[in-house]
């Protein structure tokens, strides 16, 4: 996995975790809900890297 695919992955995990915590806070499923996507969105992009790192060795 490229770093930067790697860091872009590990930022939408970690800024969906904030949205998701700030929403939970606030009370805002909104923005609950947003961050639960951000979250899936960089575990894709990492799942994805996974599978192409595999077929690379």
Do not use: N, P, W, Y
């Amino acid at each position: 996995m490229s770093t930067e695919r790697k860091i872009d992955a590990t930022t939408d995990d970690v800024k969906g975790k904030v949205k998701e915590g700030v929403g939970h806070v606030t009370d805002d499923k909104k923005l609950e809900t947003e961050g639960k996507g951000d979250q899936a969105k960089g575990k894709i992009k990492q799942a994805v890297e996974d599978v192409k790192d595999a077929f690379k060795k």
